[in-house]
Nanobody
Framework: QVQLVESGGGLVQAGDSLRLSCVASGRTFSRYAMGWFRQAPGKEREFVATINWSSSGTSYGDSVKGRFTISRDNAKDTGYLQMNSLKPEDTAVYYC????????????????????WGQGTQVTVSS
């Protein structure tokens, strides 16, 4: 079992930046791929970004590409989502998620592949 706890959300203005953190506990985080998803009120959950356990591979959703950066520090069992140039449409609850990988290079854009989820952190961007 892996427990994930997100933090770093808040209320910001358009154009501002935020960095979300996701702290893992329970198992060796370094053997898990990690992803960030978000869900706005009345909308379906949306893929944001993913990273493999070695940080050699990443992928981003089209709406955040070029503005958001996913990273991780396995020594600290922590993943990050740096969000720059925030827009009102980025307003959502952001969730981090993880799944175990036996192959180092694997990541996934698909929510159903993730076994573990955090409780979410609210990000609100005002115009």
């Amino acid at each position: 079992q892996v427990q994930l706890v997100e933090s770093g959300g808040g209320l910001v203005q358009a154009g501002d930046s935020l960095r979300l953190s996701c702290v893992a506990s329970g198992r060796t985080f370094s053997r898990y791929a990690m992803g960030w998803f978000r869900q706005a009120p009345g909308k379906e959950r949306e893929f944001v970004a993913t990273i493999n356990w070695s940080s050699s591979g990443t992928s981003y959703g089209d709406s955040v590409k070029g503005r958001f950066t996913i990273s991780r520090d396995n020594a600290k069992d922590t993943g990050y989502l740096q969000m720059n140039s925030l827009k009102p449409e980025d307003t959502a609850v952001y969730y981090c998620a993880a799944f175990p990988t036996s192959v180092g290079g694997r990541w996934s854009r698909l929510a159903h592949e993730y076994n573990y989820w955090g409780q979410g952190t609210q990000v609100t961007v005002s115009s």
